[in-house]
């Protein structure tokens, strides 16, 4: 009785009553706490809190402990239970609120101890409860899975979506620290009764020194440690390309905005308010230097993307996101430019000094935004076209798709301007039509929807004429004649264009004639790298024969059933692999990798792991 309604008892069971016995632990632990620390006083502590976390450990606890048994019984009889759904589900869902509450609780004990008060007792037990939690939790989770493991797996969304999450709180805490240390340093240079002096130690910088280390730790952990072997992980690129793309977004719209600050003077601002003026710039060059640092760190087209970082390459596509990531900053600011000089365009005959974005809402303050954006979008795009020209030339056929799913992206984005900026406009219209004030000031408070229909308009046109542009270029015939298009097109698999494929075990998978690269019906060809004293994961394939070349090391193939055949392998050999036969490559070295080239009959392959067999030599 394993069917799927028992498991759904058992493993909601065990994540209901976990949660009620660590909150329960947690309540009594922080009544100890309070009762048993010397000095602290204790003012109107009620029992009840005593007597909820008793009574919720004493009902609890047995039940989880019960279950809890009765979970490891079920894998130790059916081994694939560690890669049951609902058995992900619980070590997905529990981990996650247990190190969040940690989190939490650890952030607030900092900040209180920065600030020079005493770290309460809640969240010393909150923190020590739940950190016990994580801790039993993690051990239990990572003798079923590891790194680089091949397979669809819900631990993988835990360690990227708090990657994630640590990174961002440590992005936001060290952004505020340096920001407090450069107005320190800015109020003391332009002291000169301006601004008033209060020092870098402020409540800012302490929430903000709490936020970084406790962010940096869980980043740290999860993505340098936990996930440091994970390479070739689908959801580990999507994880490093979309935190550099982010990134670069906020980056360029940090520095468009610091531009304009710095061009605030020059359009109407007096010498006596110069320093005032420049206030923020403290603030926005921290933001624009964390934002500079994250990009280099994970972005594929950066140049020192891979500093601690496991060598890896960028997923098939990922570096063509990147690239059109940037044409997509450039055109946002040149469009942004543009609505604001269509409305003050718009807003002169009436002598309009409002709604123009800036805080002053004057139109000198407009112009300095007009600028700002306009120069750095322009400078954007021309690069970013330029550098997208000569990466089309050989894009792969992943990135390919990425190119056309961006330019629909791009051209649905400006329709959706221009449809919501003239319905706006109309609006004003009709309202002022029905209320009997159409006059003078129509235009003016019509401006910005006009603008913005105005803008999308252009750019929805500006992509449909590259998208019709793509269409035309695979219509066109491909040789020196109309003859030849009719024939089947010869292409050449770069190696910045293999597809990196899930990794079986420790064994990482390389394709470069694949269904992804070439659109191959029949075939795949690819390159497989075993590390030194590892192996692949156990495994057979359902819909394939395969044929494997040894082009560097030596190992052992082990094959039949039980794996109980041993087979040495070294440079020179062939090796055929029948559909259904298990089996699994050996690197029996410890100083060089174990080089594979494996040809299939079919694109794409079915296989089926073999959970019981280790990924490491033992």
């Not at 066109?476 to 075990?505: C, F, K, N, W, Y």
């Not at 174990?594 to 009959?601: G, P």
């Amino acid at each position: 009785m394993t069917g799927l309604p028992y498991r759904s008892y058992l493993y909601v069971v065990l994540a209901a009553s976990a949660f009620i016995a660590i909150i329960g632990a947690t309540s009594l632990a922080s009544f100890a706490v309070d009762e048993a620390w010397p000095g602290r006083p204790i003012f109107g502590r009620s029992t009840s809190e005593l007597a909820a976390g008793l009574a919720s450990v004493i009902v609890a606890a047995p039940i989880w402990l019960f279950h809890w048994r009765l979970a490891s019984r079920l894998v130790a009889r059916e081994p694939r239970e560690q890669r049951h759904l609902l058995r992900q589900a619980y070590f997905l869902v529990v981990p996650l609120v247990s190190i969040v509450s940690v989190g939490v609780a650890a952030r607030a004990a900092i900040a209180d101890l920065l600030g020079g008060g005493t770290v309460s007792g809640e969240n010393l037990a909150a923190f020590a409860v739940w950190g016990t939690a994580w801790v039993f939790h993690w051990r239990a989770l990572r003798r079923s899975w590891r790194p680089g493991e091949a397979g669809w797996s819900l631990h993988r969304w835990y360690l990227y979506g708090l990657s994630a999450g640590s990174l961002v709180l440590f992005v936001f805490g060290i952004s505020n620290v340096i920001a407090e240390l450069l107005r320190a340093a800015y109020e003391t240079a332009f002291r000169a009764g301006t601004i008033s002096i209060s020092g870098p130690w402020t409540y800012e910088m302490k929430q903000g020194l709490a936020s970084a280390i406790v962010g940096s730790i869980g980043w740290v952990w999860h993505w340098w440690l936990a996930a440091r072997g994970d390479v070739g992980s689908v959801l580990r690129e999507v994880y490093a390309t979309g935190g550099g793309i982010i990134a670069a977004a906020s980056g360029v719209s940090t520095a468009a905005l610091a531009v304009a600050v710095l061009l605030r003077p020059a359009f109407g601002h007096t010498t006596d308010s110069l320093v005032a003026s420049w206030y923020s710039i403290p603030r926005l060059s921290a933001d624009l230097l964390v934002a500079a640092s994250v990009w280099l760190h994970l972005s594929p087209a950066s140049p020192l993307s891979r500093m601690g970082i496991e060598p890896r390459k960028a997923l098939n596509g990922a570096l063509t996101a990147e690239i059109r990531s940037w044409e997509i900053f450039g055109v946002g600011a040149l469009g942004a430019a543009a609505v604001i000089a269509i409305a003050l365009l718009m807003g002169l005959p009436a002598a309009a000094t409002r709604g123009l974005i800036v805080e002053t809402g004057s139109r000198f303050d407009a112009l300095s935004a007009i600028l700002a954006a306009g120069g750095l979008g322009a400078l954007i795009a021309v690069l970013a076209l330029d550098r997208s020209r000569r990466h089309d030339a050989a894009d792969s056929a992943v990135g390919s798709a990425v190119t056309r799913f961006f330019h629909y992206g791009i051209a649905a984005a400006g329709l959706l301007a221009a449809v919501g900026g003239a319905a706006a406009a109309l609006f004003v219209f009709i309202e002022q039509v029905l209320d009997g004030e159409l006059g003078t000031t129509t235009l003016l408070d019509a401006r910005w929807g006009v603008a913005i229909g105005a803008v999308g308009v252009g750019i929805t046109a500006w992509r449909w004429q590259a998208i019709r542009g793509l269409q035309l270029r695979a219509a066109a015939p491909q040789g020196p004649s109309a003859a030849a298009s009719t024939r089947p097109r010869v292409r050449v698999i770069h190696p910045a264009d293999l597809e990196v494929e899930v990794s079986s075990g420790a064994m990482t998978r390389l394709a470069g004639v694949s269904r992804a690269t070439v659109g191959a019906q029949g075939i795949h060809l690819a390159i497989s790298t075993i590390p030194p004293g590892h192996r692949s994961s156990a495994h057979y394939h359902t819909n394939c024969e395969s044929a494997i070349y040894v082009a560097s090391g030596h190992g052992t193939f082990l094959a039949g059933d039980d794996l109980r055949e041993r087979l040495a392998i070294g440079p020179g050999d062939f090796i055929h692999v029948p559909a259904d036969a298990p089996h699994q490559p050996v690197n029996d070295s410890d100083t060089e990798p174990l080089v594979l080239i494996v040809a299939r009959n079919a694109p794409v392959e079915l296989v089926v792991e073999l959970p019981d067999a280790p990924s490491k030599l033992e």
